[in-house]
């Protein structure tokens, strides 16, 4: 079965088009700019220019109309950029299909999969697109998603499987005939559930400060605008500062900032071969408490080699370095070990068998290439064996291999109690060196009919496979970074307890002595259960549905559990943890779809630094929303209390739009890119309930923004008492309010280190914005035009002086709050 070649696929992918259903994909230009063009903000810029084109004005007019057009440009450049990171992770997390390409197995993305292709389809897999079967081994497929009846259906060659189904058991090949809206699935107009846009409990929270924020920002603008109209008898004018203050303290920025933090968070994820399917991941990420992680191809590296033979008689050979020639006492235990392996292994274990196999067995009459599988018994959770029936031409009756764990395999060959007991201290022995061992058996069948059951085969012991599998090794010290980072790691795995041990003895679990068996789990109480949870930390033999049982017994104690996974029977557990993290290589396509995360490349060490990463993300983002709230306590005051006062006004619409082209890009890029701090995972876990906007948050910015606006409304008031006209009262003012906004950022992005380690981090984007706020600081206050637009005054060195030290005295008193509130 060569199948396709990669030229005709890709001739074919052209004309017939991507194999895949109409859905959301990323927002045009034209699209954004409609959302945009409905923004509070741009509204009242618009209607601000409105009323100076009223008033005559026309010079302020453009002025905010470019303003409204720089607004507008920045943003739509970080929305694109936000949909382009969204829609990359889309198409990452899409199915996957396995085909043969020019005689070679391939995984791709579902979409590229094209009329004629070969499937390969296991236990799992989301069928791609509409195939007819042409092998079927025990192969049974959910078509619940087409028909809603939720009874499996088997399948044999010339039935056809479903794109959209799922294979619940078995596998097979099938050749594709029909793809995305020519499938059955494309024609009854269904879409399968991918991704979900969930609202983040960052969102709800978020949303409901800014409804509460929008309502009493509202009721203060109708106030400074009632004020206005009848303290200077200027009802016009009134509207305009009323308009002002509502550009000023408006929250529309809070949403946007969270929005942007979550999906370039998740990039940035992927970025560690880590992808997020649901956002709330992002967010939780940073609160794990528990790691729960399987050995095989994540704290190792899923690379089996059979190291070790025993036969049945006690005989043993190591194959550290293979011999020459097998001794004739192991043909049949590896002939067998191959024999209970699929023909076309997928499976590290069975391809290790196959390939020291054929290795060592290539001039015998041991390897079977012309034999038939007539049949097959898979593994199941009450008989952790394999067994496959197969027949020669010329011989009437069957050939059985079986192969699985050893206790299973003596039970099928009904052993006396001195067997086990002897075949259990030498697979004690094997396991106790890292070795992964699997029992071997054979039996013959002549009646025609294969019977149900392992049991109704005479089984004859032939001996034991010991296979390594080496761990990562960078898996130790990540292990070690998730101690530091008070996160406990739990290690779960099929093998024997004494692999386990040694495996969890090597990469650093602690208390890797403890460890329990899925039996004995099974028979705890709950009461048990619960006593026992905090000594545990590995566990063998473990069986997919025991995950479910450990994930909610961790949850009741209030841990938040991140659980790893990769087959069908995992999907459970990892729906119910808060962060379910599948399998990105080795794992089905039901586990990925349960899963938030997916790892791509299977490592333990990428969990880790996706973990670092979640936790940076809420790290910045604090900092982002303490820097919002505090830049814009000054704003709003120093455009009420002149109001209120009877003085002349400091910020006119035009001033707060410059504000603005600070404060947007300083939150959605600057505290966005801010590298971690050294320290991020020797703190302790956050709390998941923790709110964003806490206490801790909320007090300390509304200091920093009172403080700041004390020192401007002391600098307006002196400078009017000293005779100053208004425009340059003016123009110290804003002058020290834009070099204060420009200081709080640097400060509130050192919440979490040192002021100088902030500084020496390396953050381009934090010396443009500071560049640039600069920048149009003193070209407003050096051009005479602009100035005119302003209402400002030239300043002298003096006065500049004077903002400049007025501003360093507030931020100098600012970082005691700011360093007490470190997170």
Not at 18 to 25: D, F, I, K, Q, S
Not at 319 to 346: D, Q, R
Not at 531 to 550: F, I, S
């Amino acid at each position: 079965m060569l199948g396709l070649s990669e030229t005709t696929a890709a001739a074919r992918l052209e004309t017939e088009g991507p194999n895949e259903l109409p859905g959301p994909r990323a927002q045009g230009v034209p699209a954004l700019l409609g959302e945009l063009l409905r923004e509070p903000m741009v509204a009242l810029l618009i209607g601000c220019g409105a009323i100076y084109l009223v008033l005559g004005d026309t010079q302020e007019a453009l002025m905010l109309l470019g303003f409204l057009a720089l607004i507008i440009a920045i943003t739509l450049v970080q929305a694109r950029k936000t949909e382009t990171a969204l829609d990359a992770l889309r198409n990452l997390s899409s199915p996957r299909a396995l085909v043969m390409r020019d005689g070679e197995k391939r995984r791709i993305a579902g979409r590229e999969v094209v009329r004629e292709d070969l499937l390969l389809v296991a236990e799992g897999d989301r069928v791609a697109a509409d195939a007819r079967v042409l092998i079927a081994r025990n192969l049974l497929a959910d078509e619940s998603l087409l028909t809603g009846e939720s009874q499996p259906v088997a399948k044999e060659a010339g039935d056809v499987l479903y794109a959209g189904t799922t294979v619940v058991r078995g596998q097979g090949s099938a050749q594709v005939f029909a793809t995305a809206l020519a499938t059955e699935l494309g024609r009854i107009g269904k879409v399968l559930d991918t991704a979900v846009d969930e609202a983040t409990r960052l969102e709800v929270e978020t949303r409901r400060l800014v409804k509460v924020l929008a309502v009493g920002a509202g009721a203060l603008c109708v106030l400074v605008l009632v004020a206005y109209g009848v303290m200077r008898h200027d009802w016009l004018g009134g509207v305009l500062t009323g308009l002002t203050l509502a550009m000023a303290i408006l929250p529309n920025e809070l949403p946007a900032v969270l929005m942007i933090f979550l999906a370039l968070g998740a990039w940035r994820i992927s970025q560690r071969r880590v992808l997020t399917r649901r956002m709330p991941a992002v967010e939780n990420l940073g609160a794990a408490t528990v790691l729960c992680v399987d050995k095989t191809g994540t704290l190792t590296m899923n690379q089996m080699a059979v190291r070790r033979l025993m036969t049945a008689a006690g005989e043993e050979l190591e194959l550290g370095g293979a011999p020459a020639e097998l001794p004739e006492a192991f043909h049949s235990l590896l002939e067998f070990g191959i024999l209970a392996s699929s023909p076309a292994p997928f499976d590290p274990m069975e391809r290790a068998v196959h390939r020291i196999g054929d290795e060592l067995l290539a001039a015998t009459e041991h390897l079977h290439p012309a034999w038939q599988l007539a049949g097959a018994h898979p593994l199941t959770p009450d008989m952790l064996a394999v067994s496959q029936a197969w027949r020669d031409e010329g011989d009437e009756g069957y050939v059985i291999g079986t192969k699985g764990a050893p206790e299973a395999i003596l039970d099928l060959c009904h052993s006396d109690a001195a067997t086990c007991a002897r075949v259990a201290q030498e697979v004690e022995r094997f396991a106790r060196s890292g070795l992964r061992v699997l029992g071997v058996a054979r039996a013959r069948h002549t009646s025609a009919q294969l019977p149900g059951t392992q049991h109704d085969y005479d089984f004859e012991f032939l001996g034991l496979l010991g296979l390594s599998d080496p761990v990562r090794p960078q898996v130790p010290q990540a292990v070690r970074e998730c101690y530091q980072a008070g996160i406990r790691v739990i290690m779960l795995t099929g093998d024997h307890i004494e692999t386990a041990r040694s495996i969890a003895r090597e990469v650093g679990i602690a208390n890797p002595d403890e460890v329990v068996s899925g039996a004995e789990l099974e028979s705890w109480d709950e009461a048990t259960f619960d006593a026992r949870l905090t000594q545990v930390n590995c566990y063998a033999r473990m069986q997919p549905e025991l995950k479910l049982r450990l994930v909610e017994a961790l949850q009741r104690r209030g841990e938040v559990v991140a659980m790893t996974g990769d087959g069908v029977n995992d999907a459970p557990a990892l729906k119910t943890a808060q962060i379910g993290i599948a399998m990105g290589g080795r794992g089905t396509d039901v586990a990925r779809e349960a899963a938030a995360l997916v790892v791509l490349d299977d490592d333990f060490s990428s969990i880790v630094a996706a973990i670092a990463a979640g936790r940076r993300v809420f790290s910045n983002l604090r900092s982002a929303m303490a820097y919002l709230l505090a830049v814009h306590v000054p704003i709003a005051g120093i455009s009420v209390l002149p109001v209120l006062m009877n003085l002349p006004l400091v910020l006119l619409p035009v001033h707060v739009a410059l504000l603005h082209l600070v404060i947007e890009p300083a939150c959605s890029v600057v505290f966005e890119a801010e590298p971690a701090a050294a320290d991020v995972m020797r703190r302790a876990p956050r709390s998941v309930d923790a709110p964003l906007f806490s206490r801790e948050l909320i007090l300390p910015s509304l200091m920093q923004g009172v403080m700041v606006l004390l020192m401007l409304l002391v600098l307006f008031v002196l400078a009017l008492a000293r005779g100053l006209d208004e425009n340059e009262a003016r123009a110290m003012t804003f002058t020290s309010l834009m070099l204060a906004s420009l200081g709080m950022i640097i400060f509130n992005a050192a919440r979490t280190r040192p002021l100088r380690e902030s500084l020496a981090m390396p953050n381009a984007a934090r010396w443009w914005v500071l560049g640039g706020g600069l920048a149009l600081t003193f070209g407003a206050l050096a051009v005479p035009a602009v100035r005119e637009v302003f209402r400002f005054a030239p300043l002298s060195m003096a006065d500049l002086a004077l903002c400049f030290a007025a501003v360093a005295l507030t931020l100098v008193g600012q970082t005691a709050i700011v360093g007490q509130n470190s997170v």
